[in-house]
């Protein structure tokens, strides 16, 4: 893929940084690989009162080199039982809608737009079908999941410290 726009890298540094100092509710952390900006890694905790309450999950974002114009796509890496791993997830703020994508949304609007997506139960391109029971087992099954991904430990290493994820769990949303 192409290196981002100078507008693209501007405005995706200072989401970052903005995201890193007040991250969005249920997404305490944001990892971006050095040399790679176009590529967001998030890690969200479930929602309350949902099957995913008790799950852990890595939301990937890859950004366009052309963002804030474009759409970016939008993936979940962590088995929750409404999406598939790995697959571009279809909801307005993402390139399979470019035609309703605003340049003024953020990164965490879409970290915020995919949470409450995944609380959803309509079926779109990209999700999958489970029962209640099956997202739950999942959610209780995802951090340890997630901690024996060394791909992820790595960009998240409080996935492989209970005490930290703790934590996390209880921390209150600024």
Request: with cysteine.
């Amino acid at each position: 893929m192409a290196p981002p726009s100078k507008a693209c890298a501007t405005r995706l540094t200072r989401e970052l940084r903005q995201f890193r100092a007040a991250p969005p509710p249920l997404a305490p952390r944001v990892h971006v690989d050095d040399g790679d900006l176009l590529e967001w890694f998030v890690l969200i905790q479930g929602a309350h009162d949902t099957p995913y309450e008790r799950g852990w999950y890595v939301m990937k974002i890859k950004f366009k080199p052309t963002y804030p114009f474009a759409a970016p796509a939008v993936s979940v890496l962590t088995p929750n039982g409404r999406f598939a791993e790995n697959q571009s997830i279809c909801m307005s703020m993402t390139e399979w809608h470019q035609e309703s994508w605003n340049p003024a949304w953020s990164s965490q609007a879409i970290v915020t737009g995919f949470i409450s997506f995944m609380s959803a139960n309509e079926h779109t391109s990209g999700g999958v079908r489970t029962t209640d029971e099956e997202k739950k087992r999942l959610a209780a099954a995802s951090l340890a999941w997630n901690a024996a991904q060394p791909g992820l430990v790595k960009k998240f290493p409080e996935l492989a410290d209970a005490e930290a994820m703790k934590a996390l769990e209880t921390a209150k949303p600024r």
